[in-house]
């Protein structure tokens, strides 16, 4: 009786035994799992570009350690506020430079220029400051051609009286007054009128070019917004300015 109690409990401890060293192998695992993972921001789901992320549009991811990338953001207190410059799937990884605070500012190598009216042949409908445009040169004499490679920021646009085309609910100069650069950035995206004037960031380069074709007047300039406009890459990113 008293062997076979002795059998009971040995098959015990050594259940129990097994049970523990399985336990402390799923503990361990999980450990080695979340150690070989990274948590990341993602967006919920899809966002246009020019849309303002907010809190309830993210969410965190964890990703394999091994796919993480310096560009990638784990911090959703820094998206928060920012303005998609691509669109974002959901789910993807959030990229620094697909984000941006004020993509109406010029970046380190370029400055803001107003396109003089007798420049411009045309501007498509709809426009708005922020956007990014691609310039076309047209004119009697010339092949009509594409001015520069890539496509460049809308600053502002403007009525036919320079006024900035401003959104009547929120306006830009009582945000001004206010001192809220948020609010004041938001209703510049928001605004929508009849285009007259034209505020592109540009290079130097950019400027003389077009200034050198447009001056005489035998050259005008087509400003076309394109979904090419969105492609935009890290290499752009590296030269822009955190205000």
């Not at 192998?25 to 080695?32: A, D, G, N, S």
């Not at 220029?113 to 047209?138: C, E, H, M, T, W």
């Not at 540009?202 to 917004?225: H, M, N, P, R």
């Amino acid at each position: 009786m008293n062997r076979k109690r002795n059998l009971y409990i040995s098959i015990a401890a050594a259940s129990l035994s097994a049970l523990l060293v399985y336990g402390l192998y799923v503990l361990q695992l999980r450990q080695i799992r979340f150690e070989e993972t990274i948590s990341v921001v993602v967006p919920k789901r899809f966002v246009a570009a020019g849309e303002r992320l907010t809190a309830d549009m993210l969410s965190r991811k964890q990703i394999a350690r091994a796919s993480y990338a310096p560009e990638m953001l784990d911090n959703p207190e820094v998206v928060i506020g920012m303005e998609a410059v691509v669109p974002l799937g959901s789910g993807e990884p959030l990229l620094d430079w697909k984000v941006d605070r004020y993509r109406l500012l010029p970046d380190r190598r370029q400055s803001t220029f107003q396109i003089p009216k007798p420049y411009v042949l045309s501007i498509s409908n709809g426009i708005r400051a922020g956007d990014r445009v691609v310039l076309y040169v047209s004119g009697p004499e010339a092949e009509s051609r594409r001015l520069f490679g890539e496509a460049v920021t809308v600053a502002s646009v403007k009525t036919s009286a320079n006024v900035e085309i401003d959104n009547v609910s929120n306006p830009n100069l009582l945000s001004l007054a206010n001192g809220d650069r948020e609010q004041m950035y938001a209703s510049r995206r928001d605004a929508n009128g009849m285009i007259d004037f034209i505020n592109l960031n540009l290079t130097e380069e950019q400027w003389l070019q077009l200034d050198a074709l447009c001056k005489e007047g035998e050259s005008k300039l087509v400003i076309a917004y394109s979904p090419e406009s969105l492609d935009i890459g890290p290499a752009k990113k590296e030269a822009e300015i955190t205000p």
